[in-house]
């Protein structure tokens, strides 16, 4: 069975703190991809990331950095020096095959207060 | 189109009727998928096309949904009979055949 796990219901931080947002997933496929989306008040989910299972490098694009590990089925999302404008809910999603539905965690709601 | 569009936004209908929700997904997007959001969850998976068929319908909750995409691109995500518990934000998305899913606005379902 796939499953995404996003302990962390809500986070609220002040602006300029550093946040981490977990995920664990399970998954009994040797192949698949793990992604984040963010979700704005707006609604529309907005891609982030997408990382394949056979790379365990670390990724970082300006104030977001991922940290993948195989050995703990954890892909963690870190956001430094938070803004207001970060405030959204984050969804790990994990998907099993190239093409293919995604199985989607239950979010963290974040909220970054000036 | 320059993203996913997804029509209507917002869709109220009584119980016991039927409707009809419409996804225009990214020009040359060959894969498409419906998923399903209620307040506070993530979107859950319904349907999944590649082309013009359902590869994977396995998320469909029952009999009273259906989707189509005949002809690979627009789909509409057909409901029969609604009930309360079919209120929720409907979400379409689109990708490449291998790349990550784009995703629309969501039409918001109101059953009551």
């Known amino acids: 069975a796939q499953k995404v796990t996003q302990a962390q219901t809500e986070i609220s931080v002040v602006e300029k703190e550093d946040v981490t947002l977990d995920c664990v997933y399970e998954?009994?496929?040797?192949?698949?991809?793990l992604f984040w989306y963010k979700q704005p008040p707006s609604g529309e989910l907005v891609f982030l990331i997408r990382?394949?299972?056979?790379?365990?490098q670390n990724e970082i694009s300006g104030r977001y950095s991922w940290n993948f590990q195989k050995s703990t089925s954890s892909f963690n999302f870190t956001i430094t020096a938070s803004q207001v404008v970060d405030s959204a809910v984050y969804f790990c999603?994990?998907?099993?095959?190239?093409?293919?539905?995604?199985?989607f965690g239950q979010g963290t709601e974040l909220s970054v207060k000036p | 189109g320059a993203g996913v569009s997804q029509t209507p936004s917002n869709k109220v209908t009584e119980k016991g009727k039927y409707v009809e929700l419409r996804c225009d997904p990214i020009?040359?997007?060959?894969?498409l998928y419906w998923y399903r959001q209620s307040l506070g969850q993530g979107p859950e998976f319904l349907i999944y096309?590649?082309?013009?068929?359902?590869?994977?319908d396995s998320g469909l909750p029952n009999d009273r949904f259906f989707a189509v995409r005949p002809e690979g691109s627009v789909s509409t995500l057909k409901i029969q009979r609604t009930e309360r518990g079919d209120s929720a934000v409907y979400l379409c998305?689109?990708?490449?055949?291998?790349?990550?899913?784009?995703f629309g606005q969501g039409t918001r379902l109101t059953v009551v």
């Open positions: 990382r394949n299972s056979f790379d365990e």
């Open positions: 096309f590649q082309g013009t068929g359902a590869a994977d």
């Open positions: 020009s040359g997007h060959t894969a």
């Open positions: 998305a689109s990708s490449l055949r291998t790349g990550e899913a784009f």
């Open positions: 999603a994990l998907r099993a095959n190239q093409g293919g539905k995604l199985i």
């Open positions: 998954t009994r496929d040797t192949t698949y991809y």
